[in-house]
């Protein structure tokens, strides 16, 4: 018998090679799938911080979480801050009373992404604004090297919450964007840490006249 073409043998080749490579291709994808919550357990992903040992900070310590360094000050639960601007639905503001310093070169707007507090039901997990302490105006940008006191302002639809207030700090990190070049995103990182902050009464400058 004649060996096959050379066309024929060059087929068969291709064939077994083809059929090969997807075999390759599909083991690849289903180790991906099954591997690929282990990996994003590992990193600390699908976790809270009930569910991993996070770091426990102190109110009035430092804290670097790359926009800014903050000192965490206080916290109130209150509906005399700000009650016209209530959304609906809402009774009360949760907030978080935060020094913050903005070590950059840079202007930056503050990120939404660096503090929550999901123990005191709050009708979303970022802050729904952040005044300035100093004179209850809203917080427009932090210039560098400026200590700014500022509270950041969750709605809640109870004013009824415990004597403190637990919350997280996630560092925001700086990228290049590359749909913007020149521009720079900020990245929430993974959880750092928790503080415990007794709930208090608000500052005075931010309590609205009757």
């Known amino acids: 018998m004649s060996p096959p073409p050379a066309r024929a043998r060059l087929s068969h080749a291709w064939a077994r090679a083809t059929a090969t490579r997807w075999r390759q291709v599909g083991v690849g994808l289903a180790l991906g ?18 569910e991993v040992q996070v770091e426990r900070y102190d109110v009035g310590e430092r804290v670097e ?9 206080s916290s ?40 929550r507090v999901p123990g ?55 990228s290049a964007s590359f749909l913007d070049p020149g521009s720079t995103l900020w990245q929430p990182e993974a959880l750092l840490g928790v503080v415990s902050v007794p709930i208090d009464a608000p500052p005075p400058t931010l309590v609205e006249e009757e």
Do not use: K
């Open 33 to 50: 799938v099954v591997l690929a919550p282990v990996g994003v357990a590992t990193v600390g992903g699908f976790a809270t911080a009930d």
């Open 65 to 73: 979480l790359g926009q800014v360094d903050a000192v965490v000050v």
């Open 76 to 115: 109130f639960v209150s509906d005399e801050v700000y009650s016209s601007g209530l959304p609906e639905g809402a009774s009360a503001w949760a907030g978080l009373v935060v020094e913050v310093v903005n070590p950059g070169r840079d202007e930056v707007i503050l990120s939404r992404e660096l503090f």
């Open 120 to 174: 005191v039901g709050a009708t979303q997990e970022q802050p729904w604004m952040t005044m300035v302490v100093s004179d209850a105006s809203v917080l427009v940008g932090l210039p560098p090297d400026v200590a700014v006191e500022v509270a950041l302002l969750w709605p809640v639809e109870e004013a009824g919450a415990g004597g403190s207030l637990e919350v997280e700090l996630y560092p925001v990190l700086a």
